[in-house]
């Protein structure tokens, strides 16, 4: 009997270190320093590639933080929403959240062919991403942290958690509550990250429900203003675009909150967030507390961010992020 209880214990043992190893320490060991030596020069190399690319575009910005979202959604922040599709898998990019949407993969490249100039073959995809998803936050007047580093990229995508994982804008509340909180990410986690809709545009696809079937919690004049570049015809005028920010979509700020305060958030699952719900208060507080959303958007980023990172010997340093070495 003794026996069996010490075998008994020496298993659970084990099983709770291969927990702790698998979950625990491979967060811990990204840094904001893990290329101070082998690439001093990535950051500036990195700020100013996405400079460039959103001063031609400011959409840029939100496209390439959209992308950093994705990526870690799905099985963790590794890069795999990067990969093209190949023979032996298909890739993140052709499922539902990303096909026609998901965009920027062409600015990431230019991103990374910088980083490979200065030091080749040491910075890994997911890291650029998320580096640079930082950047595109800062370039438009949103906060600042410190990116923590020393992930690598993932072998392999899945297409069917992609699927799964990224929540769609018809989601309710207590989905977008659960989806976040399947990731470790608090309800004010979900709920400041979402404010990450303070900028960028979204298709009529994504909200012709919105706006033609929803009326108790919708601003009459967001409503009329948007069906006139969203006809109600499924088919008609799908790609046509539309600001998630209808005051200032192109900085980084806290008129996203108000809106949904005014019933004028454009998606559904925006406006979820301020519905007579429980994230209600929060939402109130950070529509007049932009010092609050920007110190909590900038401490989930970094709580994103340690989402599932390959660290050590796992994965590879892709030379090319839409492939595999």
Not at 272 to 281: A, R, V
């Amino acid at each position: 009997m003794a026996t069996s209880i010490s075998y008994s214990l020496k298993v659970t043992t084990i099983v709770l270190s291969i927990i702790f190893l698998f979950f625990g320490s491979s967060s811990a060991q990204l840094s904001p320093t893990f290329y101070s030596k082998s690439c001093p020069r990535l950051l500036p190399a990195i700020k100013s590639a996405v400079t460039s690319a959103v001063s031609k575009e400011a959409r840029m910005a939100a496209s390439i933080l959209r992308l950093f979202f994705h990526d870690c959604f799905v099985n963790g922040c590794d890069g795999s929403l990067l990969l093209d599709d190949t023979s032996s898998f298909t890739g993140e990019k052709r499922a539902t959240p990303n096909l026609n949407s998901a965009r920027g993969f062409e600015v990431v490249d230019a991103i990374k062919a910088a980083v490979e100039k200065v030091c080749p073959g040491v910075v890994s995809c997911a890291d650029v991403l998320a580096v640079a998803a930082r950047d595109s936050v800062v370039v438009l007047g949103g906060p600042n942290w410190n990116v923590k580093l020393g992930r690598r990229d993932s072998r392999t995508a899945s297409q069917s958690a992609a699927n799964t994982s990224i929540p769609p804008p018809t989601s309710n509340l207590n989905n977008l509550i659960s989806r976040f909180s399947a990731l470790g990410l608090s309800t004010r986690d979900m709920v400041v990250l979402s404010g990450s809709h303070t900028i960028g545009q979204a298709r009529c696809t994504s909200f012709r429900a919105r706006i033609y079937n929803e009326t108790n919690n919708l601003d009459t004049s967001l409503a009329q203003t948007r069906r006139s570049n969203c006809p109600r015809t499924t088919g008609t005028g799908d790609n046509n675009l539309a600001p998630l920010d209808s005051q200032t979509p192109t900085s980084f700020d806290n008129n996203y909150f108000k809106d949904l305060v005014s019933n004028k958030g454009l998606l559904h699952s925006d406006q979820q967030l301020f519905n007579g719900g429980s994230t209600d208060s929060i939402v109130r507080g950070y529509s007049t507390n932009p010092k609050s959303f920007s110190s909590d958007f900038a401490a989930a980023m970094i709580k994103m961010g340690d989402i599932r990172p390959l660290t050590g010997t796992n994965g590879e340093i892709r030379k090319n992020c839409r492939r595999r070495n």
